[in-house]
C-alpha cells in the first residue's frame, strides 16, 4: 500500500537571553550587547520576552567557540575541547592530584601527577584551561 508520510512535526526550541548566556558562559548583558550589535538574531514572544532559536543559538555557539581570545597564545594541541576557567580545588597526593575547575556552567576535574601540578604552578584561584580528548562522548537529551 502506498501511502503518503505524514509531515514531520518540528518544535524548535527557543531560548530566553538568560539560558543561553548559561549555555554560552557569558553574562545575559554581555548577550544582550552582542544581539543589540547585530551579531545574534533575537525575536520576542508574546510576553514580549527576547528569544533566540535554537537552530541560531547553536551557529552562534560555534562561531563564538572558534573566535580566537586576544589574550590567549596560540595553542598547539591535536584537544580541539577546550574549556578555559578557573582552578577551584588542587587536592595533592603523594604521587597523583586532583584539580578542579570551573569553567563556565561546566565543573571539569582532572586527574594528573603531582609533578605536572607542581611544575604547571596549579593553586586555587588561577586561570587554567582544561583540554578534552576522548574516544567515547555520551550525550544525554536535556
Not at 587536592?91 to 561546566?106: F, N, S
Not at 604547571?120 to 580528548?133: D, F
Request: one cysteine or more; a negative charge.
Amino acid at each position: 500500500m502506498c501511502g503518503v508520510m505524514p509531515p514531520i512535526l518540528s518544535h524548535m526550541q527557543s531560548y530566553t537571553i538568560g539560558q543561553a548566556a548559561r549555555l554560552l558562559g557569558v553574562s545575559p548583558d554581555t548577550l544582550r550587547r552582542w544581539a543589540d550589535g547585530g551579531r545574534l538574531t533575537t525575536h520576542r514572544d508574546e510576553g514580549g520576552r527576547r528569544l533566540i532559536d535554537g537552530r541560531d543559538l547553536a551557529a552562534f555557539s560555534i562561531e563564538v567557540g572558534q573566535s580566537p581570545n586576544g589574550e590567549e597564545e596560540a595553542s598547539y594541541t591535536s584537544a580541539r575541547n577546550a574549556f578555559p576557567g578557573i582552578v577551584t580545588a588542587v587536592k595533592l597526593g603523594d604521587v597523583a592530584a586532583q584539580v578542579e575547575i570551573q569553567a563556565g556552567p561546566h565543573r571539569l576535574v582532572s586527574l594528573l601527577t603531582r609533578e605536572a601540578v607542581e611544575e604547571l604552578g596549579l593553586e586555587v584561584g588561577m586561570q587554567a584551561t582544561a583540554r578534552v580528548k576522548s574516544t567515547s562522548v555520551h550525550v544525554d537529551r536535556t
